[in-house]
Structure formats: C-alpha cells, structure tokens
C-alpha cells in the first residue's frame, strides 16, 4: 500500500512517499481502509524529534492519528463492528500510522460515523475532539452555568472545546485573532478576548475552568482569572505546582486517551448539530500535499483543522 513516511527526524522534505505492507490485524482489531486523515501538532512535533524519549520508535514511522474510513477486515473477537461499517478513529500512538492507505485498529478505539457525516469531516474530529472532550467534560467537570475560558478558541482543540462547553451550559469565553471573530462566534463563544489587541488576564476574571492550548506567558497568567479552586488543564506544557498552589487552584496537563464511546459521543453530537468540525484546508495525498500541510500547521495560523484526502 502507499504511504507517506519518515526515515530520519527533521523537517517537512523528510516526508517520504513509498510503498510498505499492507498491515495485518489480530483478533481484536479491525483493518480500515482509510479514505481520509489529518495533520494535528503531534505529527510535525513527532516529525521533529521532540517526542523521540516518549515514542522512542524505529524507523521508518508513518505519521498521523485520525482516520476516517471503511472496515475491509474483522477479527475474530470484534463484536461491534463489522466489514463495510464506515467508521473513525484516533488509532494508538504507534509508528504505524494514519498517512496511509490502510490501519490496524483495536474494537474499543473505533466509533461509526453518521450518514450524513462526510469522511473529511470524520478525519477532522477524534484527535482534537477527544482532547477537547476529556478536557471538559472529565477533567474540568464542567457544568451548566460555569464560567470557561478557552485559549486558541480558532485553533483544532479549541474550537471543538468552545462547541463541547457550550452543549453543556457554560458561560465561553475564549481568546482569538480578531480575523476569527466570526468563527468562534458561530461555534458559540459568548465573548472574545482578540489577544493582539487586549490582555485576557486584565479582561476577564472569576473563572471556574480554563482550557490552556498555548503555553508560556499564556499559562501563567491564567492562574490569575481563575476562582479560587477553579481548574486549569494544559495540552502543551505540565503546569508548576508551585503557581496552582499560590493560587489555590487545580492545574493538571493532559494527554489523549483514545475512547471509542466518547468518540462515539462526539457522533451523537454531530448528528445533534451541536458540535461540527471546522476543515480549514484539504490537501492531496502525496508527499508535496502532506509537506504543504505540515507548513501550515507549524504556523500556527490554521483556524479549524488540517485534512488529507486519501482516496476520493
């Protein structure tokens, strides 16, 4: 099968097209034949080195961990799902990923997609809605009426996340360029903060959860809009102690567990209305397609998601 892989760390020319062996499934597996995926910050991240002591893997490692697709194959032991069922899925972090025109999935990662659920649109949710989801819904234990402030409101996490808190009923603020105001408007936010003209530290306060997509500068001065016992949960950076503890907060980072049921919840979601993917570009599947999508995702400039369309 065609594949997009990496034989060394380094930048987007290491993006290879070529051709490896069709994967084999186990027992609780399934294998889909993948119709779309999509470019997340782990990829190019991945692509880098950055995370080569937490994956330590061996070349060559095709990237990507969203597919959208077609079951082709069961194992024996797989009960839900069935040959022809079109599904998505954040598969495992393994070397042998999503850029591909097959992948191997365990029963328990996989949730059907809807009807009217197009396979881009399937590639473009379960990496960052499931991100989106856990941190709301699991950790920030967020509820109706409850104060949110959502960083990088435009970006692949957080525009799920604004959609994700408003379902439940909380008050959304998030922070954006003001060229997306319409954007995050449209998915819900009840209020702005364009972070090129304002400081959000200065704008908002009595917070009760903050989701943290930046880092840096960003993270710290987020303590200080919290409520006392407020929740703090970063995707990108381990928050200190020792600030969560001055203020009397609870700061955790998070990384994605892959869940099926809440993918599937994500689903419901979708065929509700009340959460919709955002694709900001689709690219062709090809080493170029996939070197352009890496470029864009590392400007940090792409509000919505990344995908690549592998079969038409």
């Known amino acids: 099968m065609k594949a997009i892989v990496i034989n060394q760390y380094g930048g987007k020319e290491e993006l290879k097209e070529t051709t490896v062996n069709k994967p084999s499934i186990n027992e609780n597996q399934v294998l889909v034949e993948i119709h779309a995926t999509s470019v997340n910050p782990i990829d ?50 393994t070397r042998h990923g999503t850029y591909a025109e097959y992948v191997a999935v365990e029963e328990e990662r996989l949730a059907k997609m809807p009807d009217e659920m197009s396979f881009e649109e399937g590639a473009a949710i379960p990496l960052a809605g499931l991100t989106a989801l856990q941190c709301i819904q699991d950790l920030g234990e967020v509820q109706e009426g409850q104060r949110v402030l959502i960083h990088a409101g435009a970006g692949g996490v957080g525009n799920f996340a604004i959609q994700i808190a408003k379902h439940i009923g909380a008050y959304v603020v998030t922070t954006a360029s003001g060229k997306n105001e319409d954007l995050v408007t449209s998915l819900g936010a009840d209020q702005l903060i364009n972070y090129k003209e304002e400081d959000f530290s200065e704008a908002v306060e009595n917070i009760d959860f903050v989701l943290d997509a930046v880092g840096g500068d960003v993270q710290a001065k987020s303590y200080k809009v919290l409520k006392e016992n407020g929740k703090l949960v970063s995707i990108v950076e381990p928050p200190s102690e020792e600030e969560a503890k001055k203020y009397g907060v609870d700061a955790s980072f998070h990384w994605l567990k892959e869940n099926g049921k809440q993918l ?49």
């Open 44 to 93: 190019w991240k991945m692509r880098e080195g950055y995370l080569k002591e937490m994956f330590p893997f061996e070349f060559p490692i095709t990237l990507g961990w969203d597919a959208a697709g077609i079951i082709t194959e069961t194992g024996s032991k797989v009960k839900g799902f069935q040959k022809g069922d079109r599904v998505f899925t954040r598969p495992a972090t």
């Open 264 to 312: 599937q919840q994500l689903a419901d979601l979708y065929t509700t209305g009340e959460v919709k993917p955002v694709i900001n570009k689709v690219f062709p599947f090809h080493e170029h397609g996939l070197q352009e999508a890496h470029s864009l995702s590392e400007s940090h400039h792409a509000s919505g998601k990344i995908v690549i369309q592998i079969k038409e």
